[in-house]
């Protein structure tokens, strides 16, 4: 994924209580910096407000250290304070997330304008192909010819400017974008909930932020809740060496995160009957194709 070239920040800022609080502490500068810094490497990142080397590789507090020049001491401080103050999230696998990422950069609009210019490249090509046949098929109709095409670049002209028109609307806050996309936020969540015995709110932004980030990369209602049911079968009232219960995992972070959620899906819960595996996975496949629900 490119990199973001810009990122938006408030000009009432300063305003925000976590900023005063911020600029009230011994190296507060220096602070909000790192803060800017953070900012700025999520844009590069372009993650849905993740901040990683790769992948595989999340920043360590000395990395940052170094890319920003700052004293590894004053790093972690500045990580320790945002994280209090849920400026950031950090998961259990140690990558940094900018909490309500979606202020700074509006993802669901950019996701957008590239479907958009997917769709209006796509539409460009077929006219270019049909043209082409037709040139090729009427070679002694001229005016026939022109009219057509003159005909066709009016129609390109007026599908430019629906496309212009939905960009402008669609490039607004996340809230109005998630009305217009229908992300399914509560579904999801209170099947986490009812299968794994929690109370998720799903009107928290945090794990709205997750559920959006997996929906934009193109899954499904029913990979989540393929994710959760993976999960509660291998880790509800079970415990590892330590004695530790493993629901404690059993929540957004965990499940929903860039790092996991790919695998969680296509892992293949033991004792699970193949056949019935495979019948329900070409079950899914049919309702999501024809999606009866909408009909």
């Not at 973001?4 to 220096?30: C, G, H, N, Q, Y």
């Not at 909000?32 to 993740?50: D, E, F, H, P, V």
């Not at 509560?186 to 959006?212: M, T, V």
Request: proline content about 2%.
């Amino acid at each position: 994924m490119s990199e973001v070239k810009w990122i938006k920040l408030s000009t009432s800022m300063f305003e925000d209580e976590k900023i005063r609080l911020i600029e009230s502490m011994p190296e507060a500068d220096t602070l909000l910096i790192i803060w800017i810094r953070l900012l700025a490497q999520a844009g590069k990142t372009n993650a849905s407000g993740y901040i990683f080397l790769s992948k595989n590789i999340p920043y360590s507090d000395e990395m940052l250290a170094t890319l920003f020049n700052r004293p590894i001491a004053t790093v972690r401080l500045a990580l320790q304070t945002f994280q209090q103050f849920g400026m950031i999230e950090i998961t259990d696998d140690q990558y940094i997330c900018i909490s309500n990422w979606e202020k700074h950069q509006n993802v669901d609009g950019l996701e957008r304008v590239k479907q958009l210019n997917a769709e209006r490249n796509k539409k460009y090509r077929e006219r270019k192909k049909q043209q082409q046949l037709t040139l090729e098929n009427k070679g002694n109709e001229s005016d026939v010819r022109m009219t057509s095409r003159d005909g066709t670049d009016i129609e390109e002209d007026k599908e430019l400017d629906k496309d212009k028109e939905l960009e402008i609307i669609n490039i607004s806050s996340s809230d109005e974008s998630d009305t217009k996309v229908s992300i399914p936020y509560q579904e999801i969540l209170n099947y986490l909930n009812e299968k794994a015995d929690k109370n998720f709110n799903h009107k928290a932004e945090s794990h709205k932020k997750l559920i959006r980030a997996r929906w934009n990369e193109g899954y499904t209602v029913e990979n989540f809740k393929t994710v959760i049911d993976n999960k509660v079968s291998q880790w509800l009232g079970k415990f590892d060496k330590e004695g530790k219960p493993l629901d404690q995992y059993l929540r957004p972070s965990t499940l929903f995160a860039l790092k996991h959620f790919d695998n969680y899906l296509n892992e293949t819960v033991k004792g699970e009957n193949s056949n019935a595996s495979s019948k329900k996975h070409k079950n899914n496949e049919f309702i999501q194709k024809y999606d009866f629900s909408k009909r």
